[in-house]
């Protein structure tokens, strides 16, 4: 938290003290709305991926693409990311076990970058780097105000 340089008892320190409050007040408040446009984006971007895998065109070719790579029982593997996607993407946005989702999404991604796409070049994998980064902050900080973490766990969790 900030110093607070202001010396003195008189009128004009106490209301530059109830100021500088207020300010670090609104600036609190801020900071715990910062996760919810990273988690709607992010949860939105995610649905929208796994939406065809798991309901729509993709649903029959992915489980293929998931053999390719070498992967044993592609199929089940197959609806489980499709799954995941899909549904926790939507629960990425509602903000519903936020940071255990962010911690999934957040290897998805990092097996996406540096195993699959690294040696391909930047422009390669830069949409799935960016998105490494939200599903990591989101991690850290967690659902923030406006999330079901918050309203059914407590601050601790959100």
């Known amino acids: 938290m900030a110093t607070l340089p202001i010396v003195g008892d008189g009128p004009t320190a106490r209301m530059l003290r109830r100021q500088f409050f207020r300010r670090q007040a609104r600036r ?9 446009p990273l988690r709607i984006t992010s949860g939105l971007i995610m649905m929208k991926h796994g939406q065809p895998k798991l309901f729509g065109e993709a649903k029959e070719a992915f489980p293929g693409t998931v053999a390719s790579l070498g992967v044993p029982q592609a199929e089940t593997v197959a609806r489980g ?5 899909f549904f926790g993407g939507l629960a990425i946005m509602a903000g519903l076990f936020t940071r255990p989702l ?28 960016a998105l490494l980064g939200s599903f990591l902050s989101l991690l850290l900080t967690g659902g923030g105000a406006g999330s079901l973490d918050r309203v059914l766990f407590g601050r601790w969790r959100a």
């Open 28 to 36: 609190q408040r801020m900071m715990r709305l910062a996760p919810l």
């Open 102 to 129: 962010a911690l999934l999404f957040a290897g998805q991604f990092g097996y996406i970058v540096f195993k699959m796409k690294f040696d391909k070049g930047f422009s390669a994998y830069e949409f799935d780097l």
């Open 81 to 85: 990311i499709s799954s995941l996607e």
